[in-house]
């Protein structure tokens, strides 16, 4: 068989161009939205994918089964779920060492699970600035501070935080998630320059205004508002953000790190 015949063979199944190379990801709230396009995106370019989520519903193990449908080699790709709440760092450390020792590496690390609870300060509790800050940021610290073991071992590794473009732009009732996003994006910089001796490059990717769940229960008026913002009058699809992820987590961005890739439309231009 030529080799031209076998990159047919390859692209017909919608398989990687490195089929046996195994490579493993992990994403954080990857069972909906953003994350499941990222996790998606990572399965199609020949990842190993786990979901690692707080909970794992019908619609997610749906999902995890229509991408390992689609994998003719399961030892080397596939996508399988893990229930984590990141606000325990311990539950991370187990996590973690859990993939290690059942398929020996990590090389890509995706923080993306994140929460709201909007509301003005004067109204806004200390629960709820917990909340958020714990999930959004704690979290991402949680998770990263378990991962970077193993990979400062492999002395290779990829990890792209999750922000949101009102870390740069603030935004009226979203205090705690501002905030939490800011903190994400600082400390993205400050882990990328601690760790880029080992060979870990770490990124982040902040989303403007993306059709997700969360952004379809806008009232019409909260919608027009928000894209009368955006230059390109349109909102952003979970796939751009995977796009770009994608392009983070690849040897193409080998040489890319501590940055912040805003993917908004032009909205915070």
């Known amino acids: 068989m030529s080799a031209e015949q076998s990159r047919e063979i390859v692209n017909k199944f919608n398989q990687p161009a490195w089929p046996f190379q195994k490579m493993v990801a992990m994403v954080t709230g990857g069972g909906r939205g953003i994350g499941r396009a990222i996790v998606e995106e990572l399965f199609q370019k020949g990842y190993s994918v786990i979901i690692a989520d707080y909970s794992i519903d019908a619609a997610a ?123 994400v994006i600082g400390f993205t910089k400050s882990i990328a320059k601690e760790i880029a001796v080992r060979g870990i490059t770490v990124n982040a990717v902040a989303p403007g205004f993306i059709e997700t769940d969360m952004t379809r229960k806008l009232s019409d008026t909260q919608r027009e508002a928000m894209l009368a913002l955006v230059p390109l009058k349109r909102a952003g699809q979970p796939e751009d953000i995977a796009r770009v992820v994608s392009f983070l987590a690849s040897p193409s961005a080998d040489y890319v790190t501590g940055q912040t890739l805003v993917v908004d439309g032009g909205m915070a231009m």
Not at 63 to 88: G, M, W, Y
Not at 136 to 163: C, E, F, H
């Open 61 to 183: 193990e749906e999902f995890v089964a229509e991408l390992n449908k689609q994998s003719i080699t399961p030892e080397h790709r596939f996508v399988k779920c893990e229930k984590l709440d990141v606000t325990d760092g311990a539950a991370a450390v187990a996590l973690v060492e859990k993939i290690i020792a059942e398929h020996g590496q990590l090389d890509v690390l995706v923080n993306n699970a994140g929460v709201t609870k909007d509301g003005l300060l004067m109204r806004m509790s200390e629960a709820d600035w917990d909340f958020v800050i714990d999930t959004n940021l704690k979290g991402v610290y949680n998770v990263t501070k378990a991962a970077i073991r193993p990979m400062m071992s492999q002395k290779r590794g990829k990890i792209i935080n999750i922000a949101s473009v009102v870390a740069l732009t603030g935004n009226p009732g979203q205090a705690n998630y501002c905030a939490s996003k800011a903190g």
